[in-house]
């Protein structure tokens, strides 16, 4: 059993940045893809952006591609979201995910392909 939980979230105004960090603590194999997903008020969830066992691996969705940066810290088991830029179309509630099969050549997408679930955490951007 894996538990994550996500940090860093907050209140930030139109344009600033945001840091989130995702702790992974209990049966891990640090050769896993992980991912962050975020989910606005009456929304579903959606892929924000992964990184795969190896750091070069990784991939972004087209609204946060140039803005946002997912880096990982294996020693740490932690992954990271560097957020720049932000619009008040990121406010949601920010999750990280595991994807089920571990690695994978590249990172999945959709929220079926990962089973372990942080609780999130709110980042509100004020325009």
């Known amino acids: 059993q894996v538990q994550l939980v996500e940090s860093g979230g907050g209140l930030v105004q139109v344009g600033g940045s945001l840091g989130l960090s995702c702790v992974a603590s209990?049966?891990?194999?640090?050769?896993?893809?992980m991912a962050w997903f975020r989910q606005a008020p009456g929304k579903e969830r959606e892929f924000v952006g992964g990184?795969?066992?190896?750091?070069?691996?990784?991939g972004y969705s087209a609204s946060v591609k140039g803005r946002f940066t997912i880096s990982r810290d294996y020693a740490k088991n932690t992954v990271f979201l560097q957020m720049n830029s932000l619009k008040p179309e990121d406010t949601a509630i920010y999750y990280c995910?595991?994807?089920?099969?571990?690695?994978?050549?590249?990172?999945?997408?959709?929220?079926?392909?990962?089973?372990?679930w942080g609780q999130g955490t709110q980042v509100t951007v004020s325009s």
């Open positions: 995910a595991r994807d089920r099969l571990g690695f994978r050549p590249n990172v999945a997408e959709t929220t079926g392909e990962y089973d372990d």
């Open positions: 209990g049966t891990i194999d640090a050769q896993y893809n």
């Open positions: 990184i795969g066992w190896r750091e070069e691996i990784r």
